[in-house]
């Protein structure tokens, strides 16, 4: 049974701070992670992928990944009230790209 | 470019029923995937279809079944409803390359009285 696993939260952070989200995962030889935003009622959204160890950058978002350590991170900066949500860790299966394990997910708060 | 989208909405059947959920995915994507999520289980992977074959399958009961069209466009059925199908059923829409992206639609909200 192939597992993701994500730090529980709820996690509430103050606005301007930065929110640290992360994950593991057993698939040793999975390629292919996300991080997906999910908002109450509605579908997941894709917010960064990453395929590579080390980070990337996309605005205030920063995704970082360890395939050694088989860790997963998101950073939000400058976090905003409009981040409020629910973020989900996703990998894809070592077998088939598209199939995709997700974690429970972390709830975040960004406090005015 | 048009999103992800899937009909209907909203359902509502029951017991021993069955249903069928269509999915229209983003113009160019050929891969279709479909997702169950529940506030026990979270989203759980059903199954992928490309080139109107299933690729790949999650573990589910056979009351769960599939299609894909030569348009792409998708259906999944689910026969002999049960009280533990309520769920938000979430299709995803991707191009099928080696390092693949899904989108996902709105999501069908089905419950099951």
């Known amino acids: 049974q192939k597992e993701v696993e994500q730090n529980s939260g709820p996690l509430s952070v103050p606005e301007g701070a930065i929110a640290s989200l992360n994950c593991t995962y057993s698939?040793?030889?999975?390629?292919?992670f996300f991080w997906y935003r999910q908002y109450s009622g509605k579908s997941p959204e894709l917010i960064m992928f990453?395929?590579?160890?080390g980070d990337k950058e996309d605005g205030r978002f920063t995704a970082q990944l360890n395939k050694a350590s088989q860790y997963v991170s998101l950073l939000i900066r400058d976090s905003q009230p409009s981040d409020s949500a629910t973020y989900l860790c996703a990998v894809a299966d070592s077998g088939s790209a598209r199939q995709l394990t997700f974690g429970s997910g972390t709830q975040l708060t960004v406090l005015p | 470019k048009a999103g992800v989208t899937q009909t209907p909405r909203y359902l509502i059947k029951t017991r021993g029923q069955q249903v069928t959920l269509s999915c229209s995915p983003i113009?160019?994507?050929?891969?279709v995937s479909w997702y169950q999520q529940t506030p026990g289980q979270g989203l759980q992977f059903l199954f992928e279809y490309f080139s109107e074959t299933q690729r790949n399958k999650g573990n589910f009961p056979g009351r769960f079944s599939g299609r894909q069209f030569s348009n792409s466009r998708s259906e999944m059925n689910v026969s002999t409803l049960e009280l533990g199908d309520s769920a938000l059923y979430l299709c995803?829409?991707?191009?099928?390359?080696?390092?693949?992206?899904?989108?996902f639609g709105p999501g069908t909200r089905l419950t099951v009285l």
């Open positions: 113009s160019g994507h050929r891969s």
């Open positions: 990453i395929y590579s160890n």
């Open positions: 995803a829409s991707s191009m099928r390359t080696i390092t693949d992206t899904q989108y």
């Open positions: 698939d040793r030889g999975s390629q292919s």
